[in-house]
C-alpha cells in the first residue's frame, strides 16, 4: 500500500449574526489555515480547498466577514446561506 494522502481541508461555517463575527475572528484554532499576505500558509502548511458559508448574506457581505475570508487565501467560497 501506498502511504496515505492527505485529501482537501474544507471548512463549514455557521455564522447567524453579525455579532457572532468577533468569536469566529478570535477562535485560535483557525490560525493554522490562514495564509500570510503573500498567499503562503503560515505556522502549519495546511490549505483550506474550500470554504462553505452557511451565514445569510447580510453577515457574510459585512467588510469584517469579508476580510475575515480573505485569510485563506484561494480557497474556494460557496455561499449556501439562508436569508433572515
Same mark, same amino acid.
Given at each position: 500500500?501506498?502511504?496515505?494522502?492527505?485529501? &482537501?481541508?474544507?471548512?463549514?461555517?455557521?455564522?447567524?449574526? #453579525?455579532?457572532?463575527?468577533? #468569536?469566529?475572528?478570535?477562535? #485560535?484554532?483557525?490560525?493554522?489555515?490562514?495564509?500570510?499576505?503573500?498567499?503562503?500558509?503560515?505556522?502549519?502548511?495546511?490549505?483550506?480547498?474550500?470554504?462553505?458559508?452557511?451565514?445569510?448574506?447580510?453577515?457574510?457581505?459585512? &467588510?469584517?466577514?469579508?476580510?475575515?475570508?480573505?485569510?485563506?487565501?484561494?480557497?474556494?467560497?460557496?455561499?449556501?446561506?439562508? #436569508?433572515?
Amino acid at each position: 500500500m501506498d502511504p496515505s494522502v492527505p485529501g &482537501p481541508i474544507v471548512l463549514l461555517v455557521d455564522c447567524p449574526t #453579525e455579532s457572532h463575527v468577533q #468569536e469566529l475572528l478570535s477562535m #485560535e484554532s483557525l490560525n493554522n489555515y490562514y495564509v500570510d499576505f503573500s498567499g503562503n500558509p503560515t505556522q502549519s502548511g495546511k490549505t483550506v480547498n474550500c470554504i462553505i458559508h452557511l451565514s445569510p448574506a447580510s453577515v457574510t457581505s459585512s &467588510p469584517t466577514y469579508q476580510k475575515w475570508m480573505k485569510k485563506f487565501g484561494s480557497a474556494q467560497h460557496i455561499m449556501a446561506g439562508h #436569508e433572515m
